[in-house]
């Protein structure tokens, strides 16, 4: 699920650059990136402070004692909150700033909020599922920090269940025509085939995809620790690099650090990458396609070869098997039907 934070605009320049600007009531900050960096940061909330003072809108240091906001401020100073990644820091702190300005949230005593207030805000929110199970998710967290730090007894949010999405199955899954009708367009050599090879022979999130260079291969396999949640639960993983994905890279230009580089030879940031590969699948005419797609797609091919879960957990990295068997539920209903029906049809003969 991706969270856009408010009144942030991206735009792109002819060369892939991503500019990152603030922009509300017609004016327009530059913000320096990346994204949920220590610098951006700091400049979104100078740049949203200085908006919303204008409005006489109450931020977060200005808090009751007891408040809801006194506890956000509690909980944005514990290690709780400053061991998350600098992005997930940014999002949860722009989603419990939004809870307490919605009718006057943040000035009400916390030990008094009740599973049915909670319950009646995401019902509020039903028209946006994905941003409504994002604001109860960040609940749980804050009223999680609340009973560990003894500032309460119970966690009301932990009772209110997560709306079902728009879209249950996510980012659309990748075909075959359409991952060869993207080597038709983007043919060996190009950038654009390079990150569709080492997303599909990978498996990884962008994340890890734009950080990926020389410096991670080792006798052939790709050794590196996974972005998301490296900071709290790192995961270390070893993929071999096969045959097609050597050749690809081989025959295709890289950069010193990183394989996948801009026009000007410099790294992509994630959101960077993601903007570039969507004007290539716009090229290609797959605009149903993205690269989390291809994520999805890999695993989806390892479940259709008979791939057990666990093996495809050692190459997406995942930790349980619950988003393995979404991503795998088309591949392995078509792999079940065409066994049974081979058996039935054996049967008779």
Known sequence: MKIRLKYIVEDTDRHG????????????????????????????QAAFAGETKAKHTPNLTQMPPGSVRFLCMEYFKSAMFRELSPRTQMV??????????NKNDGEKPFALLQPRHIRARRDEMME?????NGMVKALRQLYKF??????HDRNPATEIEYLSPKNPDGFHTWTLAEIEKFEQKHPVGSMARLALALALYTGQRRSDLVQFGKQHVCD?????????????????????IVGDLQRIIDASPTGDLTFLVTAFNKPFTSNGFGNRFRKWCDEADLPQCSVHGLRKAAAARLAEIGCTEFEIMAITGHRTSKEVTRYTR??????????ALKRMVGERK
């Not at 949860?92 to 300005?101: D, N, P, W, Y």
């Not at 052939?220 to 071999?240: A, D, Y």
């Open 330 to 339: 088309a591949a392995s209903q078509r792999a079940r039907a065409e066994s």
């Open 128 to 132: 946006r599922p994905e941003a409504a």
């Open 92 to 101: 949860r702190r722009s989603i419990l700033e939004r809870f307490c300005q």
């Open 146 to 151: 609340a009973v560990r730090y003894d500032l």
């Open 17 to 44: 650059n991503v500019r990152i600007y603030f922009r509300r009531n017609g004016k327009k900050i530059r913000l320096p990136g990346p994204i949920g960096s220590p610098q951006f940061l700091a400049a979104y």
């Open 220 to 240: 052939g396999w790709l050794v590196f620790t996974q972005h998301k949640n490296r900071n709290r639960s790192p995961v270390r993983q070893e993929i071999p």
